[in-house]
């Protein structure tokens, strides 16, 4: 264990409001190759809520190394105060009323590769803040719920880093001596430090604009290395989109008179809210018709929505601690998933959105890490951003809305924002705006902030033809407030009768009069999946291997597989005449434009996964048809896919394809990841060594943590060679846990995931991976996030 990083529990009952406020932040950062000064002048307020305090705990870090502390313009004496690896106590001297406090720290951004607090990627300083990462900067009051206004000045090489971007409106600039420049950024709404950000490089911009719905210009600007301006276009459609969306779904203006993005190659997460200067992760933002498939772009759309969107529910109201992160992320998920609902196939972007609920968050909720979308406990926090908080929290919303309607759920929105803006606030404030607009009685929904683990709901119908009722029972485990549209078609026809049905007991019963034949009923509407054309190529795929697992008590996961690829085998071969004309029909003729628009985007995911499933049965005829497929390809959406079949029928054809594509692409980090992703999950057996080398390869730098998901969280799912019985996989995976722990704390923690399914496999691989488990628990100076992840997971 690193001493700097003593795994702590933290209770959400612990909760007590900060002693001291801060009002204002001056920040002044001097950014050099060596090392960077950062000098911050803070106006400190006694919170008057509280008893008077003696001592004021600022949070740091190890790397943050202290310089001088003054105390309303004088220095403090060196008795009155202390600095240690967590942070700086003024134990004494301190006066009475609101002061200001000045500290000097100098930091090391190019030595920094946890990428959090402020660090380098490729040429230029970033910074990256949420959760605990303002602390890396500077001593701080580093929690959500103290929130003050911010000016940044920032000064720079001119030459290196022409561009110099923080927070809010620039209001200063100029030259100095020595080749150096400076700008000023002053945000004029109070937020707290997660939300800071700085950027300065050498970058290309590409502008465009926005009149929002009171008629004020906002300037929109996208920055990218040089090389990537012309990747940029779909981002920023999809922002001007969002920004739409948001003023007539919601109200909701954009209240700056600018708007930054910022590509950063080397980013732990999807990207992040920063105000008004959200940082991308590059995969995130950059994409052509030739370089990202239609999945990519979907993503692009949705996440460039979600960070628009928590300028309001994040921004503007943030969280009062990090307990309470569903708060924001709940509900700024199910934005973004109305938002691309509403943009392009609703039922499809239900079904994908449900998929991925099942395939990642009930997994979750059913193993060592289940906790409750609000958790009661936490040792890093970078362990909470989980498909629960996000994914489950956004379905916990999607019930309000259920409950309320549009038009009541829009009514508590409008009661939250007048509530509590500019204000750090809990999950129970959102639940009382949300019943106090309406007058509804949501009390029924605490259960789920309070518990983990997924309830079962189980329906049971009745028809009466005589007496022409139909009874609707439910029964669910444990007991919580759910709401579904719930309604009955009669066999293959409309709708005959709709209503959402409020579950709350545990035993519940509805009837509906006047239903003369026997009927469908279709409960949980909306959440299961209704097969319509567009629904064809969702239809055309088997479970993922992820979900058949946990229905198999003590699976062998090698055996599932064979079943599973047998299985789709024998399909794929009844099914040959229907896969031959569905890859037929859905062609694009030669030449036709690539359109990210949802025909279109369903006619290829039916072709792809008919060509994938021919793949299967293999031969001369299918191996030329998809080489012919691979060739000419002119977006990246069928060459991958091409690449994958050929990939599946394996042999030479696919080690030249793998070739082909990385002589093609090898300019282009963002379409290599595809490549490594591809070659790193193969079944081949024995591809554990084919790994072991590949991280050799030029393309591969496991600073990035792209290319380590990319990487090992591929890997982890091949069942042939993760779960090789030998152990070989494990070995492998533990292996490059602890070696990228010693890199990237959060993107090794993230690994350490693939483990925390070993009770659903035999007892074989279940002692095999518990026994990974405990050899990285007892490795020495592992991570706090990583011993988190390993000592939970353990029995
Ligand atoms: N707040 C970001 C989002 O969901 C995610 C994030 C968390 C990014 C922590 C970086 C660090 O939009
Ligand atoms: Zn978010």
């Known amino acids: 264990m690193a001493a700097t990083d003593k795994p702590v529990e933290k209770f959400r009952k612990d909760y007590k409001p900060s002693p001291y406020l801060i009002s204002t932040v001056h920040l002044d950062f001097q950014l050099n190759e060596e090392s960077t000064l950062v000098q911050s002048k803070l106006r400190i307020v006694p919170n008057h809520a509280e008893s008077s305090p003696v001592s004021l705990f600022l949070n740091g870090h190890a790397d943050v190394v202290l310089e001088s502390i003054r105390v309303n313009g004088a220095d403090l004496e060196a008795s009155h105060y202390a600095a240690d690896a967590q942070g700086l106590t003024i134990k004494s001297g301190l006066p009475s009323g609101e002061w200001d406090l000045e500290i000097a720290t100098r930091i090391k951004p190019q030595e920094n590769t946890s990428l959090e607090g402020l660090y380098r990627s490729g040429g230029m300083f970033c910074?990256?803040?949420?959760?605990?990462?303002?602390?890396?900067?500077?001593?701080?009051?580093?929690?959500?719920?103290?929130?003050?206004?911010?000016?940044?000045?920032?000064?720079?090489?001119?030459?290196?880093?022409?561009?110099?971007?923080?927070?809010?409106?620039?209001?200063?600039?100029?030259?100095?001596?020595?080749?150096?420049?400076?700008?000023?950024?002053?945000?004029?709404?109070?937020?707290?430090?997660?939300?800071?950000?700085?950027?300065?490089?050498?970058?290309?911009?590409?502008?465009?604009?926005?009149?929002?719905?009171?008629?004020?210009?906002?300037?929109?600007?996208?920055?990218?290395?040089?090389?990537?301006?012309?990747?940029?276009?779909?981002?920023?459609?999809?922002?001007?989109?969002?920004?739409?969306?948001?003023?007539?779904?919601?109200?909701?203006?954009?209240?700056?008179?600018?708007?930054?993005?910022?590509?950063?190659?080397?980013?732990?997460?999807?990207?992040?809210?920063?105000?008004?200067?959200?940082?991308?992760?590059?995969?995130?933002?950059?994409?052509?018709?030739?370089?990202?498939?239609?999945?990519?772009?979907?993503?692009?759309?949705?996440?460039?929505?979600?960070?628009?969107?928590?300028?309001?529910?994040?921004?503007?109201?943030?969280?009062?601690?990090?307990?309470?992160?569903?708060?924001?992320?709940?509900?700024?998920?199910?934005?973004?998933?109305?938002?691309?609902?509403?943009?392009?196939?609703?039922?499809?972007?239900?079904?994908?959105?449900?998929?991925?609920?099942?395939?990642?968050?009930?997994?979750?909720?059913?193993?060592?890490?289940?906790?409750?979308?609000?958790?009661?406990?936490?040792?890093?926090?970078?362990?909470?951003?989980?498909?629960?908080?996000?994914?489950?929290?956004?379905?916990?919303?999607?019930?309000?809305?259920?409950?309320?309607?549009?038009?009541?759920?829009?009514?508590?929105?409008?009661?939250?924002?007048?509530?509590?803006?500019?204000?750090?606030?809990?999950?129970?404030?959102?639940?009382?705006?949300?019943?106090?607009?309406?007058?509804?009685?949501?009390?029924?929904?605490?259960?789920?902030?309070?518990?983990?683990?997924?309830?079962?709901?189980?329906?049971?119908?009745?028809?009466?033809?005589?007496?022409?009722?139909?009874?609707?029972?439910?029964?669910?485990?444990?007991?919580?407030?759910?709401?579904?549209?719930?309604?009955?078609?009669?066999?293959?026809?409309?709708?005959?009768?709709?209503?959402?049905?409020?579950?709350?007991?545990?035993?519940?019963?509805?009837?509906?009069?006047?239903?003369?034949?026997?009927?469908?009923?279709?409960?949980?509407?909306?959440?299961?999946?209704?097969?319509?054309?567009?629904?064809?190529?969702?239809?055309?795929?088997?479970?993922?291997?992820?979900?058949?697992?946990?229905?198999?008590?003590?699976?062998?996961?090698?055996?599932?597989?064979?079943?599973?690829?047998?299985?789709?085998?024998?399909?794929?071969?009844?099914?040959?005449?229907?896969?031959?004309?569905?890859?037929?029909?859905?062609?694009?003729?030669p030449g036709a434009p690539y359109e990210f628009e949802a025909g279109a985007c369903a006619r290829r995911a039916l072709k792809n996964a008919a060509l994938g499933a021919l793949a299967r049965l293999g031969g001369e005829g299918v191996t030329q048809d998809l080489l012919a497929r691979f060739r000419a390809a002119t977006n990246m959406t069928d060459e991958a896919a091409a690449l994958a079949a050929l990939d599946r029928i394996g042999g030479k054809v696919r080690q030249e394809a793998l070739d082909a594509f990385y002589a093609k692409w090898k300019h282009e980090p963002l379409v290599l990841l595809k490549w490594i992703a591809m070659q790193a999950a193969s079944n081949l057996p024995g591809n554990t060594a084919a790994v072991r080398t590949l991280m050799q390869h030029e393309a591969v730098k496991l600073s990035n943590p792209n290319t380590c998901y990319s990487l090992f969280l591929a890997f982890a799912r091949s069942p042939v060679n993760f779960h090789a019985a030998d152990g070989s996989g494990y070995e492998f995976m533990a292996d490059s846990v602890l070696q990228i722990d010693q890199i990237n704390h959060q993107v090794a923690a993230r690994m350490v995931g693939v483990f925390n399914s070993w009770r659903n496999y035999d007892a074989e691989r279940g002692a095999l991976m518990t026994a990974a488990l405990r050899r990285m628990a007892s490795a020495n100076g592992i991570s706090a996030n990583v011993y988190e992840i390993v000592t939970k997971a353990l029995p």
Not at 542 to 551: C, G, Y
């Open 127 to 589: 910074s990256q803040c949420e959760a605990e990462g303002f602390r890396h900067i500077t001593y701080f009051l580093d929690r959500p719920d103290v929130m003050a206004k911010y000016t940044s000045r920032i000064e720079a090489d001119k030459a290196k880093y022409p561009v110099l971007l923080s927070n809010g409106n620039l209001v200063d600039q100029g030259d100095l001596e020595g080749g150096r420049h400076f700008t000023v950024w002053e945000d004029p709404f109070v937020k707290p430090c997660y939300l800071f950000a700085l950027v300065a490089g050498d970058l290309a911009v590409q502008e465009d604009t926005f009149r929002t719905m009171s008629g004020k210009d906002v300037a929109l600007r996208i920055y990218t290395d040089a090389h990537n301006t012309s990747k940029v276009a779909f981002a920023m459609q999809s922002l001007k989109r969002a920004m739409k969306w948001d003023e007539e779904t919601f109200g909701l203006e954009y209240d700056l008179d600018l708007f930054n993005i910022v590509a950063v190659d080397d980013f732990n997460m999807g990207a992040m809210e920063n105000k008004s200067l959200n940082l991308f992760n590059s995969r995130l933002v950059l994409a052509t018709p030739d370089t990202a498939t239609d999945a990519d772009f979907g993503r692009i759309e949705g996440v460039v929505g979600h960070e628009y969107f928590h300028n309001w529910t994040g921004n503007r109201v943030t969280c009062r601690d990090w307990f309470q992160l569903t708060l924001k992320e709940g509900l700024t998920v199910y934005r973004d998933q109305e938002f691309s609902a509403d943009l392009n196939s609703r039922g499809v972007k239900r079904v994908e959105d449900v998929a991925r609920l099942r395939a990642a968050q009930f997994p979750e909720d059913a193993g060592p890490l289940a906790h409750a979308i609000r958790p009661d406990s936490v040792i890093k926090m970078d362990n909470f951003y989980t498909a629960t908080v996000y994914e489950k929290g956004a379905e916990v919303v999607r019930l309000y809305e259920a409950l309320l309607g549009r038009a009541g759920f829009r009514a508590g929105l409008d009661l939250y924002f007048a509530r509590h803006d500019g204000g750090a606030v809990t999950c129970d404030d959102f639940r009382a705006a949300m019943a106090d607009a309406s007058g509804a009685d949501l009390g029924g929904l605490e259960g789920w902030y309070a518990r983990a683990g997924t309830p079962r709901v189980e329906v049971g119908v009745e028809h009466d033809a005589g007496a022409g009722t139909l009874t609707v029972t439910a029964t669910q485990a444990p007991p919580v407030l759910t709401a579904r549209e719930g309604g009955v078609t009669t066999a293959g026809q409309a709708m005959l009768r709709q209503a959402v049905l409020r579950l709350e007991h545990q035993r519940q019963t509805w009837v509906f009069e006047r239903v003369p034949a026997r009927p469908v009923p279709s409960v949980l509407r909306g959440f299961s999946a209704p097969v319509r054309l567009t629904f064809k190529a969702h239809a055309l795929a088997l479970p993922d291997l992820a979900e058949l697992v946990p229905e198999v008590p003590g699976a062998d996961p090698l055996l599932l597989h064979h079943v599973r690829e047998a299985a789709a085998r024998a399909l794929a071969a009844a099914l040959r005449p229907e896969l031959e004309r569905a890859a037929r029909d859905n062609s694009d003729p």
